[in-house]
């Protein structure tokens, strides 16, 4: 057998090498480095050509240290699985990369405890920045930590700690699902239910509100019984359509407040051999791969996910630059397709 052998190590060249090939102090190096005014053209030129003779490439990371900025910039996902979240970080990505940050990502499996882990763990690795899109069962102990950091953050649709370098980027989720319920009492229909995330997260509490407004505009008063709230999963979204249409006077429209939800209402309503577009409406939110490609296609509560994800890399390295932070609140419109042109069945 051939044993193995190891490869040397090169000792890598420090500014110390350089000054004693130049034959100056090592603080003349570093002052030609950082291109200090007051350097003489002989000591510029003796200290680059030792540079270029001995090979030396100054440690960038020790020297960001020293500039007390490392050009690394946390991002916190509860999951990057969720198709939302990936185009929001790779758009985020783009942006800082170009601007010269690298991004350190960690997800928590949407386990708040793990966000509160990732967090610290990502401070210490001194971060210029944060981007935080926190688990959504307890997004107030994520809030709490963004607090005490006091590294500047950029909450992605969470309420906002308090801190004077904390961002936001926001959706007006209310608009766009306002416009859904006028658009479905438009077409007739009455009872309209809504199978939503827990209101205790700001995107579904404002989508919330806006179904309670949309409803109020058309004079109809919102039936507890065709709202739930509920965690985001697909068995929880079939279960509550079960439950909503086995009701003696069910819906003729459901909007569902989240893609996992959405996944098992239509599920469900296979399985019930109902046809989307002729016995019921459906509104979903979000225009992902789901909504578009599906027979017929969803109608969306829609937002420019790209948009949100390079908005908040602009915000933070503003928030860094200038210490300050400041709120961005984006549009959400609504995208009519083949799931919601039924008219209302006439139930009252």
């Known amino acids: 057998m051939v044993p193995v052998q190891e490869m040397p190590q090169v000792a890598r ?12 102090a090592p603080s003349s190096v570093s002052r030609v480095l950082n291109k200090h005014p007051n350097v003489s053209a002989q000591l510029r030129q003796a200290v680059e050509e030792a540079v270029r003779e001995l090979d030396y490439r100054p440690d ?9 900025k490392t050009n690394l910039v946390g991002f916190l996902a509860g999951s990057v699985v969720n198709p939302i979240l990936a185009t ?4 985020c990505e783009q942006v800082l990369r170009a601007q010269g940050y690298s991004m350190l990502l960690a997800t928590s499996l949407n386990d708040p405890h793990l966000d509160v882990t990732y967090l610290r763990l990502i401070s210490r690795r001194r971060v210029d920045g944060l981007i935080v899109s926190s688990a959504v069962a307890r997004v107030d102990l994520a809030a709490d930590i963004v607090a005490d950091l006091s590294v500047p953050t ?13 961002s936001a980027v926001m959706s007006d989720h209310a608009t766009g699902m306002r416009q859904a319920v006028q ?13 939503n995330g827990l209101a205790t997260v700001r995107p579904f509490r404002e989508r919330l509100l806006g179904y309670q407004s949309g409803l109020q505009a058309a004079g109809l008063g919102p039936d507890p019984t065709l709202i739930s ?7 929880l979204g079939y279960v509550q359509t079960q439950l909503l249409l086995d009701m003696p006077n069910p819906p003729t429209a459901i909007i569902a407040g989240a893609n996992l939800l959405l996944l098992g209402i239509l599920k469900f309503i296979q399985e019930r051999r109902l046809v989307i577009g002729r016995d019921i409406a459906i509104v979903g939110c979000d225009d992902l791969d789901i909504a578009r490609l599906y027979s017929p296609p969803i109608t969306v509560v829609a937002r420019d996910l790209s948009m949100l994800g390079e ?12 210490g300050r932070g400041s709120t961005v609140t984006l549009p959400t419109y609504l995208i009519v397709r083949g799931s919601s042109t039924v008219a209302g069945l006439g139930h009252t």
Do not use: F, K, W
């Open 13 to 24: 060249v420090t500014i110390h090498d350089v000054a004693r090939r130049a034959g100056v």
């Open 60 to 68: 960038a990371g020790a020297r960001s240290l020293r500039a007390g």
């Open 88 to 91: 929001i970080y790779m758009s």
């Open 154 to 166: 950029v909450m992605l649709d969470r309420d906002m700690p308090a801190g004077e370098r904390i």
């Open 183 to 195: 658009h479905l009492v438009s077409l007739g229909h009455r009872r309209i239910a809504l199978i």
């Open 229 to 235: 709230n509920v965690a985001v999963a697909e068995s």
């Open 311 to 322: 908005t908040a890399a602009h915000l933070l390295i503003q928030t860094i630059e200038s």
